[in-house]
Every structure is written in C-alpha cells, then in structure tokens.
C-alpha cells in the first residue's frame, strides 16, 4: 500500500522559513518524481513544484510563485522528499500536500501569520 | 503558462442523474490531462490520467475523453458519494495547472 506522511507543518512569521517532509512507503520511491501541490482554505488546488528521480538528474520545476524561495530536495536512501520554504508570506499559507499523482500525502498546514 | 477553465464552476444534480464537466486548455496539451476528486477535509483523489485512462481501482460509472483544448469527464448515475468538487489538471507543460474547479452538489 502506498503512503505518503508529510509532516513540518506549522505556525511561521511572515518571512520566516519552514522545511517540510515527504515520507514515503509501498512504491519504489528512488524512480518516482515527487510533486508538492498546496491548496490555501476553500481554494483550488495550485502546483508547487516537482523534483525528478536520479535518471532524470534530480531535476527541479517550480512553480512562479514561489520560484527563487522555495527548493524542493530528496534523500533516496531515506525515501523521503522535503520542501524548503523560505522568505515565507501570507500568502503562503496553505495545506501542503505531496503527491505523486496517483497517490497523495493527507497534507501538512503552513500558516504564515504574525 | 497554459490557462485551465472549467465549467461550470457548481453544479446541482440528483442521485442517479448524469453529468458532464468541460475543461479547456488556452492551448493544445495532446492528451495530457488528468480529473481528480476531492471531498471537504480530504486530499485530492486521482480519476483519470491520459485524458481517457481510468486509474486503478476507479469504477467505470466515470469517464474522460477529449484532445487538444477541449475534455470532459463525464458521471454516470450518481451516488451520494460522488458529490465532491472536482479538478482538471494539464501536465503538458510547466508549470502544471489546474482548473478553478467544479463543485457537484446534491440537488
């Protein structure tokens, strides 16, 4: 069975830093691209970013918005995936979920308030 | 960036009735094009990839077709269950975008 725990959800200042975890179980996670997709409370859904699997050289694709602040990073040996959040705004705030599309985590909270 | 409308945006409908919902691309993405479900509190649920590919474990009562710009994900007889807000999403290209949503609601 698949699973996908996020877990670094919290209360942060605005621009603060928060480092999310992805951990991963049931699929072979080392050849898996993993995405970061949030959703801000009674909004849609918005792609985060995504970080391929080591064939495809770890490559990263971000989303504009958080572009430049945010850094989406991997640990195969750990099965777990992280999202970097820095220069963090109010805006930011959001459930955070990680996802490889057919299978999502239950999402981590990120309010950036003060 | 490629723009995804979908429409409507709400949607009210009966136990045992049928429904369409359209998304369009601003421009062509092929196939690539997944509908997800996602009910209040939970994580989005993975329907359709590839445009017309049911994922695994998905009953057949819901369908996608379409190529290009325009698709639709179609319910059949619905059920109290299938009441839920539900997303295109294109992955053609980066960014990845999703649709603004379509909530179905019990009539």
């Known amino acids: 069975e698949v699973q996908l725990v996020e877990s670094g959800g919290g209360l942060v200042q605005p621009g603060g830093s928060l480092k999310l975890s992805c951990a991963a179980s049931?699929?072979?996670?080392?050849?898996?691209?993993m995405h970061w997709v949030r959703q801000a409370s009674g909004k849609g859904l918005e792609w985060v970013g995504r970080?391929?699997?080591?064939?495809?050289?770890?490559?990263?694709a971000y989303a504009a918005s958080v572009k430049g602040r945010f850094t989406i990073s991997r640990d195969d040996s750990k099965n777990t995936a992280y999202l970097q959040m820095n220069s963090l705004k109010t805006e930011d705030t959001a459930v955070y979920y990680c996802?490889?599309?057919?299978?999502w985590g239950q999402g981590a909270l990120v309010t950036v308030s003060s | 960036d490629i723009q995804m409308t979908q429409s409507p945006s709400s949607l009210s409908a009966s136990v045992g009735d049928r429904v369409t919902i359209t998304c369009r691309a601003s421009?062509?993405?092929?196939?690539?094009l997944a509908w997800f479900q996602q009910k209040p509190g939970k994580a989005p649920k993975s329907l359709i990839y590839?445009?017309?590919t049911l994922q695994s474990g998905v009953p057949s009562k819901f369908s996608g077709s379409g190529s290009g710009t325009d698709f639709t994900l179609t319910i059949s007889s619905l059920q109290p269950e299938d009441f839920a807000t539900y997303y295109c999403?294109?992955?053609?290209?980066?960014?990845?975008?999703f649709g603004q949503g379509t909530k179905l609601e019990i009539k």
């Open positions: 421009q062509g993405i092929s196939n690539y």
């Open positions: 970080i391929s699997s080591k064939p495809n050289n770890y490559a990263t």
């Open positions: 590839a445009a017309s």
């Open positions: 999403q294109q992955y053609n290209s980066y960014p990845y975008t």
């Open positions: 996802t490889i599309w057919e299978d």
């Open positions: 049931g699929f072979t996670f080392s050849g898996s691209a």
